[in-house]
């Protein structure tokens, strides 16, 4: 049975008619055409399908889309503001993080929600907080490397 589900989604109201059992990642894909976030592994363990509900990176295959009423929903697509690119989705390109770039958008949203509780962390501390993200093709320094970038600029330096 359809139920109504309220929420806002990239900072637009949204009011969507679905089955409430219903993943995220399929809604957000299958009905709303956002495919910026990816499926993976399916079972909430590689991370490509990490969006941010509430300034929290969750995993979205994992989640009813019914959970998600009430609360603030942001995926890749939703960084960019204005036509101008979020700073990490600047430095991912810029530091060459992204080799076949299906794990980008989930190291990003949580590298996102990560620079939102830590502006300046630590080498280390992207590292442990991006560990649970899976990249196959080996891009993990130029990965944290962006995110260092990203940090930065976003607290106001170059």
Known sequence: MEETIRFTLNGKRTVLVTDPGQTLLYVLRNQLGLTGTKYGCGIGFCGA????????PVRSCMLPVSDVAGKKVLTIEGLALNGKLHPLQQAFIDHEALQCGYCTPGMIMTAAALLLKKAAPSRQEIVEGLEENLCRCGSHNHIIDAVETAAKVMRGGK
């Open 49 to 56: 399908c990490t969006v941010l509900i509430d300034n929290e």
